[in-house]
């Protein structure tokens, strides 16, 4: 087991947060409202939260947070499943090796009208999806996908950025990555409880827990600085989960000077194929919004993803507790953006409305679709992201790019009402701009992309 996750010690800490004090629980509360972030130790207090008073106080600092430091934007991106070959068996995932469908990899030119059709739904940003299988699946193909997608242009544009959420590799396959251009690369423990992960993770390179565990030290010894991490909420109790993700964020934040990119809080959901039906410890709606909260006030400068797991009532809630990233018209098939679905996917969808759909509902509820792929392609990532973020200055450039991006998909993706609409919303949050000169700046580039340039970013 890797030292930074003891399973004793996050069962004692978990055990001896369950009776502090008011005072305590106010003093923890109060630093959260600051920005200041929680210990792993601080955290195991919010998740024992009995008293409903305390409880509506860490939502409402949540959702401060959330609108201090992220505003209004929501970002926007796609999945994009490219194989479904895998040899791992692990129980609750549809793509396990004992689930016998006709699997498949896409070709290149299958890749391409992929893309093009979640280019033509507006798409910027793909997370690139695949099982792990070396001998159907290499490390060299997803590097040609990653090529074909970066080398395709269309008349609105291009895919900015492909995230990459493979299997844990070799530090020498995680320099190709980096060489590659990926934007953040993304790894879900699925469960930091080792007796839970080695009952579900039975068989395959997968089921190695030590070796999964740290495949964020050797991704960032290879240069990759943005990491994205999860647990899948269900497999074990949600607790001991969170504070596993806690530790092992101030584990890369104490070896590498940063942690968590973002963190992603999937529930577990059904799967065609999938070896195990029944999840004693699945999360119930109430419970989950307490461990969206308690991760936000933790962590207030990570971005926070939900998929298409959840339904359309639920990221409505939680984008209020701090999600700042969200999928739309997502498919998690193989092909599925070109063929009619209805096939394999890795788990059942909840939110299964249309990319515009979303985009357009992001915007009814007062808030802004981003598309900006901007800090990736500006070098702000890592530290140095979070250096701006820490210290307020994102905020500079994450809203005129939000602004801009959402400009360019209404002239590019939208009809009239959509314009009209995507209008109302620039001329509400510019003023939220509080630098004078990028204020300008960012009017002035609204009405060059109205007037037909591309890709304007600060």
Partial sequence: ?????????????????????????????????????????????????????????MFEIAHKIKQHIYGNRIVLFAPLYVSDFCVNGCKYCGYNCTHGFERRRLSMDEVRAEVRQLESMGHKRLALEAGEDDLNCPLSYILDVIKTIYDMKFENGEIRRVNVNIAATSEENYKR???????????????????????MHVSGPKADYEYHTTAFDRAMRAGIDDVGAGVLFGLYDPKFEVLGLMLHNEHLEKEFGVGFHTISVPRIRRAKGAVQTEYPYSVDDETFKKLVAVIRLAVP????????????????????????????????EVGGYTAAKGGSGQFEVADGREASDVVGWIMDEGMTPSFCTACYRSGRTGDRFMSLAKTGNIKNVCLPNALMTLQEYAMDYGDEE??????????????????DKIRVKTAGNIERIKNGERDLYI
């Fill in 1 to 57: 087991m890797p030292a930074f996750i003891d399973k004793a010690y996050i069962e004692n800490t978990l055990a001896g947060a369950q009776n502090a004090s008011d005072a305590e629980i106010t003093r923890i509360l109060d630093k959260a409202e600051r920005f200041e972030g929680l210990t792993h130790k601080e955290v195991a207090v919010l998740l024992n939260l009995r008293d409903e008073k305390h409880t509506a106080r």
């Fill in 301 to 332: 400068f990570t971005g926070m993803i939900i998929s298409t797991r959840e339904s359309l009532t639920m990221r409505k809630e939680l984008i209020r507790l701090g999600i700042s990233q969200m999928s739309g018209g997502s498919s998690v």
């Fill in 177 to 199: 990555l980096h060489e590659a251009g990926i934007g953040t690369y993304i790894l879900f423990q699925e469960t930091y409880h080792e007796p839970t992960y080695r009952e």
């Fill in 418 to 435: 959509f314009r009209k609409k995507a209008a109302e919303t620039i001329r509400r949050e510019l003023p939220g701009i509080l630098s």
